[in-house]
């Protein structure tokens, strides 16, 4: 079995606002929304033998957060993406091959 030698990062989005906000997740154009006063971790897992993040247009960087009124979008620089809250639980499980959430054995 072979473990995942990759890195990976997280990114906490809040919506303290009183209106539901718009998380847009790119490169794969996925949509959650996020209810007022809720947060969600965006994770990202970077497969690459030097934990480099390839795709990223500002340096090495694992996340591109661009704002907008009510929506966000949110460019994750890995191999794939997944949601979580706080605690970890996962929201909308997404099933994205390769992912090490779903799959440890990448």
């Known amino acids: ?7 990976t990062a997280r990114l906490v989005v809040s919506n303290d606002d009183e209106m539901p906000l718009e998380l847009m ?12 006063k809720e947060t969600c971790v965006v994770i990202t897992h970077s497969s690459a033998e030097d934990g480099s993040w390839p795709g ?4 090495d960087e694992p996340f591109q957060v661009d704002h907008r009124r009510n929506s ?3 460019w994750a620089n890995g191999h794939c993406f997944h949601l979580s809250d706080r605690r970890g639980n996962e929201i ?3 099933i994205y091959g390769g992912c ?6 990448t």
């Open 1 to 7: 079995m072979e473990m995942f030698a990759g890195r």
């Open 72 to 74: 966000v979008t949110v």
């Open 100 to 105: 090490p959430a779903q799959n440890p054995a």
């Open 92 to 94: 909308d499980p997404y």
């Open 25 to 36: 997740l790119e490169p794969w154009g996925d949509v959650h929304r996020i209810l007022p």
């Open 56 to 59: 990223t247009q500002l340096g």
